[in-house]
């Protein structure tokens, strides 16, 4: 990761209110260390993933982190089998 600025944390938060209270995102959650972000979301649907991935303030802050927040990031969609 680069340096984190306010506006990352403000567009964060805004963006995880908008997931879990409009895309149907379930949970969503992060975690830092060093220069190292992991953050995983649980979604009802691919279609509710799909949809997330299209909206437009999200796009625009992909763009933003890959220009200054962050040097490299992947995007994995898993679905769990069992968990306990």
Do not use: P
């Not at 949809?51 to 763009?63: G, I, L, N, S």
């Amino acid at each position: 990761m680069n340096t984190l600025d306010q506006q990352y944390f403000q567009t964060a938060q805004l963006l995880r209110e908008k997931a879990l209270s409009q895309f149907n995102c379930q949970k969503f959650e992060s975690l830092c260390e060093n220069d190292v972000e992991i953050a995983l979301s649980y979604w009802n649907t691919l279609a509710d993933i799909q949809a997330w991935h299209k909206d437009a303030e999200h796009q625009a802050a992909q763009r933003i982190g890959k220009q200054q927040w962050y040097k490299k990031f992947s995007v994995e969609i898993c679905q769990i089998q069992k968990s306990y």
